[in-house]
C-alpha cells in the first residue's frame, strides 16, 4: 500500500532548535523536560512524524499517555501532518497497555483471556461483598469503612508500593483501628477477583509488570513489539507506571518521556515526583533536552514563574523566555480583607469585560474549593453567570446543605422542606416520617416548645427531641454567629462519623463554613448571601451563553491558559497548606502549584493577598505574601490597581 504525503515536512524550520533536537533525536533513552506552554503536545507529534518519516515501521511505535483521548488527538495532530501511516502507531493509557498485555499472555497467570476489567464501582461492589463475607466476620460492620474509602487504601497501596498500614497513617490516620480488618479485607478482595476471573484498574499494571519480570520470553516478546515508546506527562506517574516503562523499554532503551518536573502537582494521586528525577538512573545515558521557550505568556509573567520555581529545592534548572519581551507586569493586590478581595475581583472583572475581554477568557484560581466562597455569594448577588472546576460549589454538598438546612430552621420555623432535610439526619427515618413530622413543626405556633409534639416511638422519639431542643438552645445562645455553627457542627459530628469515612475532612469544611460567618450579625442576611441559586435566563439576555468567568482550583487549571488569570488567596497558611508545612515533599510541591497557577496567564496575571483573615480563636489577624512570593523581587510586579 503507497501513501502519498500531505507535504514536505521541514522539521528543522518549523521548530525551535530543542524542540528540533529532541524530535531529530537518534536511538536510545531521551528525557524531554518540557517548560509550561513550550510546545510540549507539538513536540510529540512530530516525533512521531520523524520516526516514521525516517523510516521506523509506525506498528512498532507505542505512545503511553494519561487518556485515551490525549492519545488519539496527538496521533490525529500526527496524521495530517504526515500521512496514514501514523495509524498504525499504537496508542493508548498505561491501563490499555498492561490489559493488552494480560489478554495475550493470560494463560501464563492461570486466568481466562475473557476475564472482566472492573471499573470503579464493579470494584466497590466486590469490595463490599468482602467486608460482609469475612470470616471471622468483622464485628462492627456498620462502622466500618465503607467500600469506596477501602478502595482508594488498597488502590494507592498498589500504586506507591507502601503498606496498607502506611497508607492509613499517611492519607486518614484517623482510621488506624481498622487497618488489620482493612488488610484481611484486601485478602480477601484479591481471592474474590483470582476466583472469578476479574481485574481492577491496579491489576492491570501490576499483574502485566509481574508478567514481564518473571517471564523473561513474555518480556522478550513484548519488548519486540515496540521498538520505540513515547512517554507523555512522565512527572505524574506512580511507582507501577515508571516500572512499566522501563520493563517495555529492555533491551533496547529507545525510550523519550517528556514531561515538567515543575508542574509534579498530583502526589495525592499517587503520583510520585522521583520517577522523573530518576529517569537517568533507570535508563544510564539518558539525553536530557530542555524546552524553556514559552508560547503563551509575556516575559514579565515569565519572570515571576521563574522566580518562584529557581528555588526549588530539586529540580531540573531552567528558565522559561519568550519573544513577546513586553507587556505589563503582574499585579500585586493587597485588599483589607476577604470581603474586600472579593469585591476586588468583581471589580477587575468588570474592567477587563468593559475593555472587551471576554468572560471565558478570565480565571480565578485558588489553593483549596473553599477558597472562593465568599467571592462565589459575591458573584450571585452581582448575577455573574461563573462556572466553578475542582472542590464543589458552595452548598453542593450534603454535609455543607445539612448545616445550612439546620440554620434556615432556627431563622424560620416554618420551613418545611429544612425541616425534612435534617429530620432524614436521624436514625430509622426516612422520607415519609421526615414530611409527616416536618409539616408537624412547620405548622405549629412560632413560640410553641416543638419538643412536646413529637409522637411517641421507640425507635427515634429521643433523638428527634434530642434535635429540637438543640435548635432551641442554639438560637437562644449568645454570642457571634460562628459560635453558634460550631455548636451544630459539634451536635453533628456523631452523624458525620456514621455517614462519611473522611468526616475529618468534612469537620474541616464545616469548620470554613463557620469562619465565614463571622462577618455577619444576622443569620438571615447570613443564609441570604449563602443561598446560591442559579441565574435566572434574563442573564443570557444581553450576552453569548457561553460567556462564564472561570473559577478554579489550580489543580483542576492545569494544562488550561487563559488571557486573563487572577489568583487569590496567595497567602501563607493558604497555598502553601497548613497541612504540607512537616513535609518538606510536600511543601516543594505547594511550590510547584503556585508555579502552576503563574504560568496558566498568557497576558495579564494579578495575584491577591488579603492584608488580614479571620480566625475564630483569634479574631481578624493580619496575613503575610505566600512565602513563595515573598522570596520573589518587588520590581516584578505593578502594586496599583
Request: a negative charge.
Amino acid at each position: 500500500m503507497t501513501h502519498t504525503k500531505k507535504r514536505i515536512i521541514d522539521y528543522e524550520h518549523e521548530m525551535n532548535a530543542a524542540q528540533y533536537e529532541a524530535v531529530s533525536s537518534g536511538p536510545g533513552p531521551i528525557l524531554v523536560i518540557a517548560g509550561a506552554g513550550s510546545g510540549k503536545t507539538r513536540t510529540i507529534v512530530y516525533r512521531v512524524a520523524w520516526l516514521v518519516d525516517h523510516g521506523v515501521d509506525p506498528s512498532s511505535i507505542l505512545l503511553v499517555t494519561f487518556t485515551r483521548k490525549a492519545s488519539q488527538e496527538m496521533l490525529g495532530r500526527a496524521i495530517r501532518l504526515l500521512d496514514d501511516r501514523i495509524a498504525l502507531v499504537s496508542g493508548g493509557t498505561f491501563h490499555s497497555v498492561g490489559a493488552s498485555i494480560l489478554r495475550r499472555y493470560s494463560r501464563i497467570l492461570d486466568f481466562d483471556a475473557s476475564f472482566t476489567i472492573l471499573d470503579q464501582s464493579d470494584s466497590h461492589d466486590a469490595i463490599d461483598i468482602a467486608r460482609k463475607e469475612l470470616s471471622p466476620p468483622i464485628e462492627d460492620l456498620k462502622s466500618f469503612p465503607k467500600p469506596r474509602t477501602i478502595s482508594e487504601i488498597i488502590s494507592r497501596a498498589a500504586g506507591t508500593g507502601d503498606s496498607i498500614p502506611d497508607v492509613i497513617d499517611q492519607r486518614c490516620p484517623h482510621l488506624e483501628d481498622y487497618g488489620p480488618d482493612i488488610e484481611r479485607v484486601r485478602l480477601y478482595y484479591e481471592h474474590y477477583k483470582k476466583s472469578h476471573h476479574l481485574m481492577d484498574y491496579d491489576d492491570l499494571l501490576s499483574r502485566s509488570m509481574d508478567l514481564l519480570e518473571t517471564s523473561e520470553n513474555v518480556r522478550r516478546q513484548v519488548c519486540a513489539r515496540w521498538s520505540h515508546i513515547l512517554v507523555d506527562e512522565y512527572q505524574d506517574t506512580n511507582r507501577l507506571q515508571a516500572r512499566m516503562v522501563r520493563l517495555l523499554a529492555d533491551g533496547h532503551d529507545n525510550v523519550m518521556a517528556v514531561g515538567d518536573d515543575s508542574q509534579s502537582i498530583y502526589s495525592f494521586r499517587g503520583a510520585d515526583f522521583k520517577n522523573i528525577m530518576r529517569f537517568p538512573e533507570l535508563f544510564p545515558g539518558t539525553r536530557i533536552i530542555k524546552l524553556e521557550e514559552n508560547y503563551r505568556s509575556v516575559q514579565p509573567i515569565l519572570e515571576v514563574a521563574n522566580s518562584i520555581i529557581e528555588r526549588a529545592g530539586v529540580g531540573f534548572q531552567k528558565r522559561l523566555f519568550t519573544n513577546k519581551k513586553h507587556g505589563i507586569k503582574p499585579l500585586l493586590a493587597r485588599p483589607f480583607s476577604e470581603k474586600e478581595q472579593s469585591l476586588l475581583v468583581l471589580k477587575i472583572v468588570q474592567e477587563f469585560r468593559r475593555t472587551g475581554v471576554p468572560l471565558n477568557d478570565i480565571a480565578v484560581l485558588f489553593r483549596a474549593g473553599f477558597h472562593s466562597f465568599d467571592l462565589e455569594a459575591e458573584l450571585t448577588k452581582t448575577r455573574s453567570p461563573y462556572v466553578k472546576y475542582g472542590g464543589f460549589k458552595f452548598v453542593e454538598s450534603a454535609h455543607i446543605k445539612d448545616v445550612l438546612a439546620h440554620l434556615r430552621v432556627m431563622a424560620n420555623k416554618n420551613d418545611r422542606i429544612s425541616w425534612a432535610r435534617i429530620l432524614k439526619t436521624i436514625a430509622h427515618i426516612g422520607d415519609k416520617t421526615a414530611k409527616t413530622l416536618a409539616s408537624l413543626f412547620a405548622e405549629a405556633d412560632r413560640d410553641s416548645d416543638l419538643s412536646v409534639l413529637v409522637p411517641e416511638h421507640k425507635k427515634y422519639t429521643d433523638a428527634v427531641k434530642e434535635l429540637v431542643n438543640t435548635l432551641s438552645s442554639v438560637a437562644q445562645m449568645d454570642g457571634p454567629l460562628p459560635q453558634k455553627i460550631d455548636e451544630l457542627n459539634r451536635f453533628l459530628t456523631p452523624y458525620l462519623q456514621s455517614m462519611y469515612d473522611n468526616y475529618p475532612k468534612r469537620l474541616r469544611e464545616l469548620e470554613q463554613l463557620a469562619q465565614m460567618s463571622a462577618p455577619y450579625n444576622s443569620l438571615t442576611e447570613f443564609l441570604n448571601d449563602v443561598a446560591i441559586e442559579p441565574p435566572d435566563h434574563e442573564i443570557d439576555e444581553d450576552m453569548d451563553s457561553r460567556e462564564r468567568l472561570t473559577l478554579s482550583t489550580i489543580h483542576s487549571a492545569k494544562g488550561l491558559e487563559w488571557g486573563t488569570v487572577i489568583i487569590i488567596w496567595a497567602a501563607e497558611g493558604r497555598i502553601p497548606s497548613p497541612m504540607s508545612l512537616g513535609n518538606p515533599d510536600d511543601l516543594e510541591e505547594e511550590r510547584r502549584l503556585l508555579y502552576v497557577a503563574v504560568t496558566r496567564a498568557k497576558e495579564r496575571l494579578i495575584i491577591v493577598v488579603p492584608e488580614t483573615i479571620y480566625d475564630r480563636r483569634l479574631g481578624v489577624v493580619p496575613a503575610s505574601p505566600s512565602r513563595f512570593l515573598e522570596e520573589i523581587p518587588m520590581d516584578r510586579f505593578a502594586t496599583r490597581w
